[in-house]
């Protein structure tokens, strides 16, 4: 018999029962909703709605429950609707009228809306410390390799070269700005919505402040119709996962193509790779893929809570039910692909040879041959076309600007000197790029120190 079969006169159908329960997801979050509880049954004791000894009762009660939870001798019937159903009855079952007289005051839409403000300020927490650590690997990763050079790319092109160290560095500040979405999505999920009631709060006297304080919420919510309605801070939190599944699959496509034959700028280790049925030789990049194609899942789970909210009248809709099955596949996809990507990075070899190599090939000195001439007068413009069309010759001869003579250069500029050299020269390239935030060895060790200490001050905000 479910808790609320009082006004009807005929016991639900089986197969709808099953089709509107929730608890097969939602039992993901007893420990909050047991929390949720006891401090609800804390505060109504206090404010004199229930007793001392039912509160005691209800509180006893609650951690007996937990407990089993924890230790999997309880068992979830098929028949509850919800976890927040399956405890309740429970409790009730164990400790009599006292389990009875904690839903006072109180509806599983204050309920429920609770539950999921502990659950995101909980997962992303978890993601928020993974979140740490992985960039902690980056910042380990490019510390290794100050001084390797591998071609920079535009258009999938060589552009100008850059250092490895700048380039995983790129990676770290994509996954700091996802530490602050996550933090938004804990801001946005700080107010409890306990006191709300269905929909327009309670007649009871209750002190909606107390149940927030114990519960760790840093207020309350200011309208009880918003409160019941608002999944504004799952949204926050599976756009969050979103973009940060999006950061990792651009991260793991370079990895796929750098772990190429062709490009061979890096070889994954064995556990992180895969064999082939058939063919002997292979290694696959097999967990970069899968974390390349998880994307799509997550980003379709923010796609379906998107939809599911919009449009929804106030206040409560059973539609609702819907937020916690994505968002909680979102999370721990997120999570463990984290966990993957960190794995790879610490284990995989760096072939600084074959990215030397390529970094030789695709005229990535022509800007600062024109940035030569530029420097001694000439207007840009000009010096770009008059390395344009030395790119060409060296096209056309099958070579590179480094096997021009200097008699090549005097003939296409007599502002050209012997010291052109150190314009075609890569190592002297990259140096000469220190402004803020550019890739020459002095602006990335500055980089370095900027993201210690962005990145102590957020490891020093974890809970
Ligand atoms: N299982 C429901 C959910 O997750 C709990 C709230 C149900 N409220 C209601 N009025 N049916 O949304």
Redesign the pocket.
């Known amino acids: 018999m479910a808790l609320?079969s009082g006004r009807f006169e005929e016991g639900v159908d089986e197969f709808t029962q099953r089709f509107?329960?929730?608890?097969p997801?939602?039992k993901a979050m007893y420990a909050q909703d047991i929390q949720g509880s006891r401090a609800h049954a804390h505060m109504l004791a206090a404010q004199g709605v229930i007793s001392d000894q039912d509160a005691e009762q209800i509180d006893e009660g609650l951690r007996g429950i937990l407990a089993d939870i924890e230790a999997g001798s309880f068992t979830f019937s098929i028949d509850d609707?919800?976890?927040?159903?399956s405890i309740e009855k429970e409790l009730t079952k164990r400790i009599g009228a006292a389990g009875a007289r904690l839903h006072t005051g109180r509806?599983?839409?204050d309920?429920?809306a609770t539950?999921?403000r502990l659950l995101v300020k909980h997962l992303a927490a978890m993601l928020l410390k993974q979140n740490v650590s992985l960039r902690s690997a980056l910042c380990t990763a490019a510390e290794k390799y100050p001084d390797v050079i591998l071609p920079g790319y535009t258009h999938m092109q060589h552009a100008q070269p850059v250092l490895l160290s700048h380039h995983i560095m790129a990676y770290f500040w994509m996954f700091t700005r996802d530490f602050a979405r996550l933090k938004y999505a804990i801001q946005g999920a700080d107010e409890c919505p306990l006191g709300s009631a269905?929909l327009a709060g309670t007649t009871y006297p209750l002190d909606r402040r107390a149940t927030a304080t114990e519960l760790g919420f840093s207020g309350v919510t200011a309208n009880s119709l918003d409160a019941v309605s608002d999944r504004d801070f799952m949204l926050d939190l599976n756009y969050a996962c979103s973009v940060s599944m999006i950061h990792l699959s651009r991260l793991c496509e370079e990895i796929v193509l750098w772990s190429t034959s062709e490009f061979g700028y890096i070889t994954l280790s064995d556990s992180y790779s895969t064999g082939s049925s058939i063919m002997p030789q292979k290694k696959n990049p097999d967990f970069a893929e899968l974390t390349r194609g998880k994307t799509g899942r997550v980003v379709g789970d923010l796609v379906a809570l998107l939809v599911t909210m919009k449009s929804l009248p106030l206040a409560?809709n059973?539609d609702?039910?819907?937020?916690?099955e994505g968002t909680l596949d979102a999370v721990h996809t997120l999570h463990d692909c984290m966990v993957c990507a960190q794995g790879m990075i610490e284990t995989l070899t760096v072939n600084e040879d074959a990215m030397a190599a390529s970094a030789q090939k695709g005229y990535m000195a022509a800007t600062d041959v024109a940035d030569y001439l530029a420097k001694k007068g000439m207007p840009f413009r000009q010096a770009h076309k008059i390395v344009g069309e030395l790119v060409l010759l060296c096209e056309k001869r099958g070579c590179d600007l480094d096997d021009l003579s200097l008699d090549d250069f005097k003939q296409a500029s007599d502002l050209f000197e012997s010291d052109i050299t150190k314009s075609l020269d890569l190592p002297s390239i990259v140096a000469a790029r220190t402004t803020e935030g550019g890739t020459g060895q002095t602006a990335v060790k500055a980089q370095m120190q900027r993201a210690h200490t962005i990145l102590d001050k957020d490891r020093g905000q974890l809970a």
Do not use: F, P, T
């Open positions: 609320w509107g329960a929730s608890l997801v939602d609707e919800d976890i927040h159903m509806s599983r839409n309920q429920v539950d999921d269905a409560y059973k609702m039910q819907e937020d916690k």
